[in-house]
């Protein structure tokens, strides 16, 4: 009987055993194992670096550099006034001080990092950041200090060797809702997607030290970098533009200023600038309205710069020819209740066709679209490409809508004619005149020529979009450019020896319902040399102060800047 | 018969042998495999050396692409033929082959 209680009692416990090894051995094995694994193998991180940006030339114009986000433990540092003390030295010379710091500045800035950096040393929390973007100088020097409980994380900025220079066409790279590293605006913005790198995987066994075993698990998932941008714009002509708009709009008092330039017979931009403009390597330092490039996303009235179009439609209906004599520019024209006049209140009777171009003849325009009728004059327009998007890769293009066909007035018609009443962005006008230098031909403006990733390059081709005039059309209203830039308000400032194609633009602004006369934008779109264009360019002052037109502000903007490209593209002059 | 069992006794003497030699070599080897594993096993820090010295020479090779492109950007170009003395060109003067006097042979 007693053996049988001693017997069962030890069945019993033995089977208490089984129980409780199948429990741990099976049951919880997965649970087990993982954690087993978690003590035994290291992940880690390798970083992707973002792609680059590259001039045309293959020059930088963004490219990433390691920056350290230096972290403390705070339970494990011992002496933590030192170490405050140090770091909050190496921290301040660390940052960019652009003017001279009197050593009292200096003394009190030193204290207040040092007051911080304390102050973040003494939570009670196993991990904090102390200091972002450090550089690798800097670090080092920590690193020789050999603090305990002080570490580094390695992270990749963006880094811009032009400093704020191309900053609306290249945009910045901030953070998204999860902290991940997104382009926005501009070419980082369109192409995201490609300049975006993929990071790697290291799992590998560690020792009880957390050091790496030689002869353990070891597995690569490689880092894939983002790809690289080559773009279209020129360095030379990007870095003279940009000097030339700066001048401009301190000397005539604008509140922006924009410049585009652009190859007509392919759509490359190759030069692309706007004022005010902002650091992209530090865009919280910068108000928000200035991240979205104007030239690109502002709708504006064209004002006469418009006029080249209509006039291009009209030739090309046969409607009219450059000598054809305009019978209602005599005076002012009524129509519908509104008057339209002259820019100076002066009439030509019998104009021409190139006088109303040359001297900018609101009434002579208002003659050839009434021979166009709203039907053709609506289908030149969009076949110019108003009314949608230019399909340009930098992220955020707007096109101003364009009112439906039905409900244009005849007053709608005759306004258009000389580009008021009809809204277009900077970009989508360059485009559109960029087709007159083209043989009629309409061309998809790009930022990128090509991009390369590690399986190869991928180059973008030109896209033609339509055929909007003959040639002989075009080579008529060029015709008719070039004397409106020799013998118009421009003359003044046109370069000597050039044939210049281009017009004047000098457009009222609408202040709450009416026109301000003391408000303008002032453009100049042209190109040349007008025989065989080299490049198309638009200028635009927003509301200049020294002079509200356009001949008097962008003009001498364009032909300054024409000068340095035709001396750079070693275009010598045609003409004595 | 003596000389059988002296041959059965020479015979059981050398399968001792050959089984003492065989347990002498996995022995050896066994130690040699535990040591061996040891040894690579404490190569951790030799590994974290080599990738450290690896990336640190990565991060130097970038820092110092970029620090080119900022010394070749134009805007400090600009500013060092400056302070050198270069100045901006404002007027061109084109010349022509016909400005130019051809002097025959």
């Known amino acids: ?576 | 018969m003596n000389t059988i069992i002296e041959h059965l006794k020479t015979q059981k003497f050398h399968s001792r042998k050959v089984i003492a030699t065989g347990i002498a070599l996995l022995l050896i080897m066994l130690v040699a495999e535990i040591w061996s594993l040891n040894r690579l096993a404490t190569f951790g820090t030799q590994i974290t050396k080599f990738e450290s010295a690896s990336a640190a020479l990565r991060m130097e090779n970038e820092m110092l692409q970029n620090k080119t492109a900022e010394l070749t950007s134009l805007n400090t170009i600009e500013s060092h033929a400056l302070i050198l003395g270069f100045r901006p060109i404002h007027s061109i003067e084109y010349i022509s082959a016909n400005d130019v006097a051809l002097v025959g042979h």
């Open chain 1, 1 to 576: 009987m007693r053996f049988r209680v001693i017997y069962s009692c030890l069945l019993l416990a033995f089977l208490g055993i089984v129980l409780r090894l199948w429990f741990w051995q099976v049951i919880q094995s997965d649970n087990l194992t993982a954690k087993a694994e978690e003590q035994r193998i290291s992940l880690r991180t390798v970083l992707a670096p973002r792609g680059s940006i590259l001039f045309n030339d293959g020059s930088v114009l963004a490219s990433v550099q390691p920056t350290f986000l230096i972290f403390a433990q705070p339970k494990i540092i011992q002496n933590k006034e030192l170490v405050a003390d140090k770091l909050a030295q190496y921290f301040w010379a660390d940052e960019l001080h652009l003017a001279p710091v009197s050593e009292e500045e200096k003394a009190k800035e030193i204290e207040n990092l040092r007051a911080d950096i304390k102050d973040k040393l003494s939570k009670d929390l196993f991990w904090v950041s102390l200091q972002r973007k450090v550089t690798l100088e800097t670090k080092q020097k920590i690193e020789r200090e050999n603090f305990f409980g002080i570490g580094f994380d390695t992270q990749l900025e963006r880094f811009y060797p032009e400093g704020s220079s191309s900053a609306h066409l290249l945009g910045f790279v901030g953070a998204d809702k999860y902290g991940e590293p997104t382009g926005y605006f501009g070419v980082e913005g369109f192409y995201d997607g490609e300049l975006k790198g993929k990071d790697g995987l290291i799992t590998q066994d560690k020792d009880a030290q957390g050091l790496p075993i030689l002869i353990g698990t070891y597995k690569v998932k490689e880092a894939k970098s983002g790809k690289d941008l080559t773009l279209t714009v020129d360095r030379t002509i990007q870095h003279i533009v940009e000097e030339n708009l700066l001048e401009g709009i301190q000397k005539y008092g604008a509140k922006s200023a924009s410049a585009i330039v652009m190859d007509p017979k392919t759509g490359n931009i190759i030069g692309l600038a706007s004022y005010p403009n902002y650091d992209p390597g530090k865009p919280a330092d910068f108000p928000t309205e200035f991240f979205k490039d104007p030239i690109t996303v502002d709708g504006y009235e064209p004002g006469s710069t418009f006029k080249v179009l209509v006039m291009a439609a009209g030739i090309n209906e046969h409607l009219v020819t450059p000598d054809t004599q305009c019978d209602i520019c005599a005076g002012p024209i009524n129509l519908g209740g509104f008057t339209i006049r002259t820019w100076n209140n002066e009439y030509n009777p019998n104009s021409t066709m190139s006088d109303v171009i040359i001297h900018s003849d609101n009434t002579g325009m208002v003659f050839v679209a009434k021979k166009l009728g709203i039907d053709k004059m609506y289908d030149y327009v969009t076949k110019f490409g108003f009314g949608k998007l230019t399909g340009i890769d930098l992220q955020d293009e707007y096109a101003p809508d364009l009112r439906p066909k039905n409900d244009w007035k005849e007053i709608d018609l005759a306004t258009s004619s000389f580009g008021q009443g009809i809204s277009a962005t900077a970009l989508q006008i360059v485009r559109a005149v960029a087709s007159l230098a083209n043989g009629g031909v309409l061309m998809e403006p790009h930022m990128v020529k090509s991009i390369k990733d590690d399986k190869g390059v991928v180059v973008i081709n030109p896209r033609e979009v339509a055929h909007v005039v003959t040639a002989e059309t075009a080579k008529a209203v060029t015709e008719m450019m070039v004397k409106a830039v020799e013998q118009g308000e421009a003359k003044f400032f046109r370069l000597k020896g050039y044939r210049v194609a281009g017009k004047t633009g000098t457009a009222q602004i609408p202040v709450a319902g009416h026109y301000d006369a003391n408000k303008t934008i002032a453009s100049f779109v042209g190109f040349a040399p007008a025989d065989d264009p080299k490049f198309v360019m638009l200028v635009r002052y927003d509301q200049p102060t020294a002079s509200i037109y356009g001949a008097e502000t962008a003009a001498p903007t364009f032909f300054n800047i024409a000068r340095q490209i035709f001396t750079y593209y070693n275009i010598a002059p045609t003409e004595q």
